[in-house]
């Protein structure tokens, strides 16, 4: 059984119906309120038996319930006025509609009395007081548009469209090296080299199934689809989804951030109630809800410095790439990878890698905030030293002899920075790393971040290791840039990638001594005017650091810095010199436009 609805009805209502009551008979306000309980608690049968017409009034009431599609109607009656056998009685009705949505209006219900009873004459105006006697009444919805994600300049990244999946299911293709074949050639047009007739045979064959070949933009399923449609085994499927304006721009970090967005990017749907006259045409408007568009999202990534990267990084056949942080407000800038890094997926926010020489950094900023030496202090730099039983060498096992720190530093002595380790306390490191934003957990809302790790070290030995960046500690590009943009900015900025999205951290952030910085800067410029990165030496006032971290089968090759409010860093996974990662930062820097 239907649960009754709340009919409710004013006192002065029910006064006016005893005055009007003569001889014992009933007044217009209980017949008013019979009828209004019955329409409510859609007993509509009963609800028309009540008024002058009951056919009409049946198709009527019966007509505004389903095409309100309504889940409650609550009805209040009020004051009555009464004319000797006529009378109108005030109504409001309040409806409850699909989704929670809300409508409510008043009017006046015609009554009679014919015979010593009182019936509601009918008239449409029963239902609404708007309503023509041969109109209805409709519910309509208009969907609110989709949210887009803009880069910082304002430009569409990311908008809402269609998109073709591709699948190709070998099982169902006679000669599937010639569809292979026919897929990579279509293809081709997008990228020629990711799809080859090998590489899609091979997945499809591992699929054991349908296998999705590629999701197309609608542009580019209306240019390259009709080649593909009707290939043995192979379907296209439209999807909704949120697309990039431009394969090529930051494809993985597009694909982070639309993870995050994809369930927020829908606004609240409008709503209205039309009328409509016996042939079915729009009459007018009797209520309407505007659609709220869900607002758009606004990355931090800017396009020159995103595509700069990207167009270095892609130059590489290792693994490349590059993190780019704004010191002065954290916005992460660009985050560029290659074709050859995303197969390992968000790895320049989150992979660990051993850092080598560019940890000095937060070597010497131990030994400074310790006490044990400055810029200016003097320090063997040795061809090899031993600490405990381990013996450390230089690269090439290159000597210096008797060194400010500052030069030990711009030539990367091995020697000089273990000894430094050494000599500090187990948890100096881990403290120094935590003052140049290294260690603590970024929770970045769109970007899966690993700051690093920085352990503290009580045995002298893995600290002497630890202390050129070979032990235990492991850090990304993105915990790299972070602790670049530290030194440019004097404190840690709070990275983000999505406007107002708060980015939360867990784990100490003590503020880092203005000498310690200011000593930083001194020895990260003398790396860029005479050290180890003076290939970068013509792009303007660059601050950085170069390193090698030995790995089974290579060196992992690293570059970290800042020019101006632009901090980065670069990492080649197993890219021998550290010259690599310094040529790829300096061909970002070389493309981007004039002011940057």
């Known amino acids: 059984m239907r649960t009754p609805m709340v009919t409710t009805f004013a006192v002065a209502a029910l006064m006016v119906a005893a005055t009007a009551c003569s001889s014992g008979q009933q007044g217009p306000v209980p017949a008013a309120e019979a009828f209004a309980e019955a329409f409510a ?3 509509l049968a009963a609800a028309a038996g009540l008024t002058t017409a009951p056919e009409q009034a049946t198709a009527a009431l019966e007509s505004t319930w389903q095409a309100l599609q309504a889940e409650n109607l609550e009805i209040r009656t009020g004051d009555a006025r009464v004319d000797g056998d006529t009378a109108t009685v005030d109504y409001t009705y309040h409806w409850t509609l699909p989704k929670g949505r809300q409508w409510s209006y008043t009017g006046e219900l015609q009554m009679g009395r014919s015979g010593g009873r009182w019936l509601v004459r009918w008239t449409s105006s029963d239902i609404h007081p708007r309503l023509g006697d041969t109109q209805t009444m409709e519910l309509r919805t208009s ?5 887009r994600v803009n880069e910082s300049a304002g430009s569409d990244v990311l908008v809402p469209g269609t998109v073709s999946r591709v699948l190709f299911d070998v099982s169902k293709a006679p000669e599937p090296d010639r569809v292979a074949g026919a897929l990579a050639a279509g293809l081709s047009r997008i990228d020629p080299v990711a799809y080859t ?4 045979l091979r997945a499809a064959r591992t699929a054991g199934g349908p296998y999705s070949v590629i999701l197309l933009t609608e542009y580019e399923a209306a240019t390259i689809g009709p080649e593909l449609i ?5 379907t296209l499927t439209q999807e909704w989804d949120m697309v990039p304006t431009d394969r090529k721009f930051a494809p993985d970090l597009l694909t982070q951030v639309r993870k995050t967005v994809i369930a927020e990017v829908d606004g609240k749907a409008g709503w209205s109630v039309v009328t409509r006259n016996a042939n079915g ?7 309407e809800v505007a659609a709220q568009p869900a607002p758009s999202f606004a990355l931090s990534i800017d396009r020159f410095v995103q595509n700069s990267a990207q167009h270095a990084v892609d130059l590489r056949t290792e693994q490349t790439m590059m993190v780019v942080i704004r010191p002065s407000t954290g916005a992460i800038l660009a985050v560029a990878q290659n074709k050859a890094a995303d197969r390992d997926g968000p790895v320049a926010t989150s992979g660990q890698y051993p850092p080598g020489s560019i940890f000095k950094t937060v070597t010497a900023s131990a030994a400074m905030a310790a006490g044990i030496a400055t810029p200016d202090t003097v320090l063997a730099c040795p061809s090899r030293t031993t600490i405990g039983e381990r013996t ?14 500052a030069t030990a530093y711009e030539r990367s002595c091995n020697t000089t920075f273990a000894r430094l380790a050494s000599r500090l306390e187990p948890t100096a490191l881990t403290e120094a790393a935590a003052r140049l934003g290294i260690g603590q957990d970024y929770r970045v809302e769109g970007l899966p971040t690993l700051s690093g790790s920085v352990p503290p070290a009580d045995d002298i030995v893995q600290r002497a290791e630890d202390g050129i960046g070979q032990g235990r500690v492991v850090t990304s590009p993105f915990g790299m840039a972070v602790m670049a943009a530290t030194v440019a900015n004097g404190s840690v900025p709070v990275p983000y990638l999505i406007a107002g999205r708060p980015t939360e951290i867990t784990g100490d952030r003590p503020a880092i001594d203005p000498e310690v910085i200011d000593g930083l800067r001194e020895m990260m410029r003398m790396v860029v005017t005479g050290g180890t990165a003076e290939r970068i030496r013509d792009q303007g006032e660059v601050y950085g650091k170069t390193g090698e971290a030995e790995v089974d089968g ?3 090759s690293w570059f970290v810095g800042y020019r101006g409010d632009v901090a980065f860093a670069t990492l080649l996974v197993k890219g021998g010199s550290s010259d690599n990662a310094v040529a790829v930062t300096r061909d970002m820097f070389a493309a981007l436009p004039p002011g940057y």
Request: net charge negative; aromatic share 4%.
């Open 143 to 147: 969907p609110a548009p989709r949210a």
């Open 41 to 43: 608690d859609r007993d």
């Open 230 to 234: 009707g290939l043995p085994g192979v």
């Open 392 to 405: 450390i060498p230089n690269y090439n096992l290159f000597t210096v002899g008797e060194v400010p720190m």
């Open 281 to 287: 045409a729009d009459l007018g408007v009797l209520h």
């Open 197 to 200: 007739p090998q590489s899609i």
């Open 554 to 556: 290579g060196s992992h």
